[in-house]
């Protein structure tokens, strides 16, 4: 594992997986329209994992969304290269007529992967978010946090190098989501995976990131980075996370700020 | 620090302590406590209607008693021409069916997909289901005569917009966080409309089937009192007959066999494929 040997990652990696340069996006149009992202330039290396924090309405999602190729960019570009990019949300939106493994497969059974590769491909990534013996289970039978993680197996099963997270552990109680957060950091750091994560809790974004990224609210940019130069793996409670947690949140908060005056 | 071991444990603590425990179902209790209630209303409505005959409201022979129909609903099962009409009976009913299955279908998935087509036709369909079937057979019988396909054409009419409505609302009401899964696992075209919109809207569908049903039974009941082919003996026609020669007896027996017969299917195929539905979705509740 490479955080093992390493305190921190290089600072400059070589390549970017993701380049967005001078992307905007005005959802509506007529008499109201909502600027979503204005201009918004940011690049993220290859096997770096970035966290973007911003308040609500600075278009942390939108941009998520325009990365997977989802919505339809106004101006402006983004190049993933010839990475594949698996998206996942803060729901584990599972097909519910489906047993557990084979949720995994779904995503392999649109790319046509044959039906044997797909079986083992699935029980591996099972193992991998330690729930092999729930393979056969139906989604409903599932607690939210355990969802979750067969959502993060499908989402790799996508063969994505590149994981854009969107909230994915907010709705989950804050027990089960520190335990995530290691068994994420611990999948990221065994493969060579470019995690781009939302979310709004600023700890959970010192606790995992390389680096943080604030956002602007409307429109959305990007208003500072903070490096998260901490050895891993760090805790949630810890100082150095705390002590970074609270100069992001000060800047948050002056740029929430802004909005009402 | 945290180490993969103490993670592992984490996470099977947390699971032990998320999952819901499953009680192991036995099933004669099961069975016992679905199946006593309705023996009870049945034993209640028996005793009504033996209550109304000692009454004496109508003679014997115009209201007979369970009793008797009971009686002479055996002597019915053992004769061949009873079994003769059941099986053309069930023939329409089967062919009807499918038919109205497949149309349906058919434009249920044009209307789901289609913006245009909704709003011309949407609430058409929505309309033809609300007319009665009955209404249809005067012009069923001057277009196709006394005939098989009289009846075929208005079970058809009757059941198939109910199931167009229910793949309709059915697609309607999928959630779109599962549409926009789908889209971001890479389902396109057919394979998103197999893979995806069909197992989502599964349960609209059925429910749609099951009405459908209910339906082609009610519209086959009345056609076989309308249109009677002499060489075509069916339970609508011996209904018919016992009440041209004033059989009471004979008369409720058959409508005793179109009960359980509308029953049975409902229940033994729609209602266990809900059934089945609902439980592996998990929109069972625990009762």
Redesign the interface.
């Known amino acids: 594992m490479k955080a093992v040997l390493a305190p921190t990652r290089p600072a400059a990696p070589p390549a970017a997986a993701i380049t967005i340069e001078g992307v905007s996006k005005t959802y509506g149009d007529g008499r109201s329209p909502v600027v979503a992202l204005d201009h918004l330039s940011l690049q993220v290396a290859a096997g770096e994992f970035v966290c973007l924090v911003g308040a609500s309405g600075c278009g942390k999602s939108t941009l998520l969304n325009l990365i997977?190729g989802?919505y339809r960019i106004d101006e402006g570009t983004i190049a993933t290269g010839a990475h594949r990019v698996?998206?996942m949300?803060q729901?584990p939106?599972?097909?519910?007529?489906?047993t557990v493994a084979q949720n995994v497969e779904?995503?392999m059974?649109?790319?046509g992967v044959p039906r044997d590769r797909r079986r083992a491909r699935a029980a591996e990534l099972l193992d991998l978010v330690?729930?092999g013996p729930c393979a056969t289970w139906?989604?409903?039978?599932?607690?939210?946090?355990?969802q979750q993680r067969v959502a993060l197996a499908?989402a790799l099963a996508?063969d994505a190098d590149i994981l854009l997270m969107d909230e994915p552990f907010g709705a989950l109680d804050a027990?089960?989501r520190d335990?995530l957060h290691?068994?994420l950091e611990?999948i990221w750091q065994a493969s060579p995976l470019t995690i781009l994560f939302v979310t709004h809790n600023v700890r959970e974004a010192v606790r995992l990131g390389d680096r943080v990224v604030l956002l602007s609210s409307r429109p959305g940019r990007v208003v500072a980075e903070f490096p998260v130069a901490l050895p891993r793996?760090r805790?949630i409670e810890g100082g150095p996370v705390s002590t970074l947690a609270a100069t992001v949140t000060d800047a948050l908060r002056r740029e929430v700020h802004r909005h009402g005056h | 620090?945290?180490t993969?071991r103490t993670?592992?444990d984490?996470?099977?603590g947390?699971?032990a302590l998320?999952?819901?425990r499953?009680e192991p179902a036995r099933r004669g209790a099961a069975v016992w406590a679905a199946v006593w209630p309705k023996l009870l209303a049945v034993g209640l409505a028996l005793a009504a209607w033996q209550a109304v005959v000692w009454s004496g409201w109508r003679p014997r022979y115009v209201l007979p008693g369970p009793g008797a129909v009971f009686s002479r609903l055996g002597s019915e099962l053992t004769d061949p021409r009873f079994a003769k009409a059941v099986t053309v009976t069930m023939q329409r009913a089967v062919t009807g069916f499918a038919l109205a299955a497949v149309l349906g279908s058919l434009l249920g998935l044009a209307v789901s997909q289609s913006r245009i087509l909704r709003r011309g036709i949407g609430s058409l369909i929505t309309g033809l289901q609300t007319m009665p079937s009955i209404a249809w057979f005067p012009f069923a019988i001057l277009v196709f005569k006394l005939s098989e396909a009289a009846i075929l054409f208005v079970i058809v009419v009757g059941a198939a917009p109910a199931i167009a409505n229910g793949l309709i609302a059915g697609v309607d009401q999928i959630p779109p966080?599962?549409l926009?899964?789908g889209?971001?696992?890479?389902?396109?075209g057919p394979?998103a409309w197999r893979?995806?919109v069909f197992?989502?809207a599964?349960p609209g569908y059925v429910a749609g089937l099951k009405q459908g049903w209910a339906f082609a039974w009610r519209s086959l009941m009345a056609g076989e009192l309308l249109v009677i082919i002499a060489s075509r003996p069916s339970i609508g026609a011996r209904l018919q007959f016992a009440r041209e020669l004033s059989d009471a007896t004979g008369l409720m027996a058959m409508m005793i066999v179109v009960l359980v017969i509308g029953i049975l299917i409902d229940g033994l195929v729609f209602g266990a494929l809900e059934r089945h539905?609902r439980r592996?979705?998990?929109l069972l509740a625990g009762r």
């Open positions: 997977a989802i698996g998206l949300f729901e939106a599972l097909f519910p007529w489906l779904a995503a059974r649109f790319r330690s729930l139906r989604p409903h039978q599932l607690s939210g946090g355990m499908r996508q027990m089960t335990v290691d068994e611990r793996p805790r | 620090m945290v993969d993670l592992a984490d996470l099977r947390l699971d998320d999952t819901p499953m966080l599962l926009r899964a889209r971001v696992l890479g389902a396109r394979a893979h995806v197992p989502a599964l539905i592996t979705r998990g």
